[in-house]
T-cell receptor, first 109, second 114 residues
Framework: GQQVMQIPQYQHVQEGEDFTTYCNSS?????IQWYKQRPGGHPVFLIQ?????EVKKQKRLTFQFGEAKKNSSLHITATQTTDVGTYFC?????????FGTGTSLTVIP | NAGVTQTPKFRILKIGQSMTLQCTQD?????MYWYRQDPGMGLKLIYY???????DKGEVPNGYNVSRSTTEDFPLRLELAAPSQTSVYFC?????????????FGSGTRLTVV
């Protein structure tokens, strides 16, 4: 079954509001990656986290890897219309690599 | 660098027809992957390859075949197309499975089986 789940599935925010998506695994992950897919586009790699409790920032995006390496989050501060798209996490466990179910973000101008 | 190139971008197949989706990468990546993405859904791994001459099944391999005769090319073959194979197909590559640079995806092939 599905190894990596994301919540929420959909999120509508007003431009300028913050947004967070959560990624949860049933097993410990060796690393977590995040991707963004614009509507009609293909997934684009954003970042990889490897260490327990790791936090990385890319401008308005903050990525966290949980202490137990079973969960992760992506937080966007002050969303803009350019943030529209689906955000996927993806993690390695054993010799498998799973993509999460994705969170679709809509930003209302 | 072109990255990962997929052809065709769109295709309509009739039930029972066959076709090959082409994928080429110019980054000298060892690892290549085929995913399918159904509307509003995540990515499901069909097949992957860790190098020329080596392929293995992913989560949803039934109805598909692959080959990897060169590092650059990883074609996906659909035999006897079925409506359930209507999807968007993405090819991706990486230097290795847990590369810190992630996977590089092609722009996708949108396939409809009628």
């Amino acid at each position: 079954g599905q190894q990596v789940m994301q919540i929420p599935q959909y999120q509508h925010v007003q431009e300028g509001e913050d947004f967070t998506t959560y990624c949860n695994s049933s097993t410990t992950l060796s690393n977590i990656q995040w991707y963004k897919q614009r509507p009609g586009g293909h997934p684009v790699f954003l970042i990889q986290l490897v260490k327990s409790g790791e936090v990385k920032k890319q401008k308005r995006l903050t990525f966290q890897f949980g202490e137990a390496k079973k969960n992760s989050s992506l937080h966007i501060t002050a969303t803009q219309t350019t943030d529209v798209g689906t955000y996927f996490c993806a993690g390695s466990t054993g010799n498998q690599f799973y993509f999460g179910t994705g969170t679709s973000l809509t930003v209302i101008p | 660098n072109a990255g990962v190139t997929q052809t065709p971008k769109f295709r309509i197949l009739k039930i029972g027809q066959s076709m090959t989706l082409q994928c080429t990468q110019d980054m000298n990546h060892n690892y290549m992957y085929w995913y399918r993405q159904d509307p509003g859904m995540g990515l499901k791994l069909i097949y992957y390859s860790v190098g020329a001459g080596i392929t293995d099944k992913g989560e949803v391999p039934n109805g598909y075949n692959v080959s990897r005769s060169t590092t650059e090319d990883f074609p996906l073959r659909l035999e006897l197309a079925a409506p359930s194979q209507t999807s968007v197909y993405f090819c991706a590559s990486s230097g290795y499975r847990d590369s810190p640079y992630g996977y590089t995806f092609g722009s996708g092939t949108r396939l409809t089986v009628v």
